[in-house]
């Protein structure tokens, strides 16, 4: 008896709740059917619009002797195709997309308090953090694309007239070749000892297959020669920086107080994530002209 | 009680009314009258199996242009007018090399609307993978993955995956320069994969080279494989909107 009351005072509250969500509802026929038969309608126009106006492109007949330059993937695959340019194909074409779908899928996992749901960034600092990670993730990626062309090295060149003074850093290729610590011999000339061994000689390559001796198992014997200068730049540099600045980034934006709160970093961290994505698309669609040199290309010329 | 009288003639409307929403076919097709009373409304979306996708109710905030943009909706519509191109394309093209890429031609050139119906298809594509991951950015900044809707957002990220292999696939098909050597330059990212990448990629292209095998591959997953798991998820897609009590509301 003494039990009912409370179930019933709180059954009372659970219906005035119910009432008052149901004055903030509306009918889906027809405040939402309209809205959506509204803009079936308006994108069938454009759509049909856009069609008359420009045709779908078509090029000559396949020909796998003819290879065009550029060759180039679809537009929403030339982010990776950009980060091709600068790091170990394996990496650039394999490894990052499929981390980066992981830790896509994985966001709700991490911001996992349901704080700021079903509203338009809702925090007083959200729009400060998309405004913060997409400004520095989109100069820092225009900057590491610059560097590696070695547009420093260009802009030193046009302005004194003289070669860029430290060979080694016009670009990662570059230091990879000229790096004083590992001077220029090919595994033939150093087979052949017709070069000088510099103090890191060794380290371009390893015979990691003759200490892993997997033949003692039956299997094939590993081919594999760890060259460690391509692996600093082929691997490490590139997944230092991919892994390293976005933590950066968060550990200032967390000093600063600009981001605090597991939303904001999400805000920052994905904001950053779409500047990378699409800067990395408009550099790869109309900035990689013949040889993917940087320079303004478009498909249209090629018509 | 005057109200409810009924009046003692009734007039030419009501009688047009009743004739057209009263008589047995209407009832037999639909069950509810027009709907224009709030109960016939309702009706009319929980007993139409497609307008009942939706709830019959909905938070006044969703019907904002402004929450969803309705870019998981467009992106819905596009998938549906893209299945519809897609089938009047297929009455033209024999995904064989020797054949391919003049069918395209002649879609251009010979067929009535054929050049229309594959400009269609090709901007709906590339819209579909704008909308996709523009409706990803809405349901982010609008913080719609939290919970209970966890899930769904790992579902969305499947449906995004699919959405670029159907673009992707999609891409080879007019079998002409550009087709080639994108789906080249593609499937050799896959083959760079440590260990198993030149396998699969010896899969999904059916050889060292992009060729015949490669069509007949991307054909077929272009047009049966792929869209039939999309339509799949976006049904556990919309399934679990309804089961996790709408779209994501403010606490
Ligand atoms: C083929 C692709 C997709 C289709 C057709 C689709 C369709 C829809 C539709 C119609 C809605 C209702 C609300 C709205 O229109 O915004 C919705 C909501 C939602 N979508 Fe998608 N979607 C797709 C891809 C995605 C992706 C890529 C994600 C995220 C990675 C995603 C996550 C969600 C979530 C979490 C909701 C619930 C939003 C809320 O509660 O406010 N969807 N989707």
Redesign the interface.
Known sequence: MTTANPAEAQSAAVRGRARRQREEELLVWPDLVFIEFISAVVFTILLVGLSVTVDAILLDRANPAVTPNPSKAPWYFLNLQELLLHMHPALAGVVVPTIALIALGAIPYWDNDNEGQGEWLSGPKDWLNVWVGTAVASIGTLLLIFFDDGMHAKIYESLTGAKFPVSWLVNMREFQKNFPLWPTCTPEELAAKTCALGPLEWAKSIPLGKVVRTDLLGLPALDLNINIPAVLVEQIIPVTTMVGLPILLSLVAHRRGIAQTKREHMILQFSGFIAVYVTLTIVGTYFRGEGLALGPYTIFAHQ | MASTERPTRRSMGDRLYDAIFSNRVWRSIFRSGY?NT?RN??L??ATNVF?HL??????????K???TF?LG??SF?LFL?LTISGVLLMFYYVPS?ERA?ED??RL?TDVRFG??M???????AH?M?LTVLMHM?RV????????P??FN??IG?VLL?LT?LL??TG?LL?????????I???T???G???LL?EPNRFVLVGGF???QNALIRFYTLHVIGLPLMAAVFMTVHFWRIRRDGG?????
């Open positions: 709907p709030p409304q309702m009319a979306v307008l939706h709830p019959t109710r909905i938070h006044r905030t969703h019907v242009i402004t929450h309705c909706g467009l519509f007018g090399v890429y395209i031609l251009d050049q229309l594959r400009n269609m298809h090709r901007w709906m819209g993978v950015m982010f900044y609008t913080g719609a993955y939290k919970p809707r966890e957002w790992v990220v995956v670029l673009s992707f891409y007019p079998w002409d320069q550009l087709a080639l050597w994108a080249t330059v593609g050799n990212m896959v760079s994969a440590p990448g080279q992009v060729g779209l994501a509301k403010p606490l």
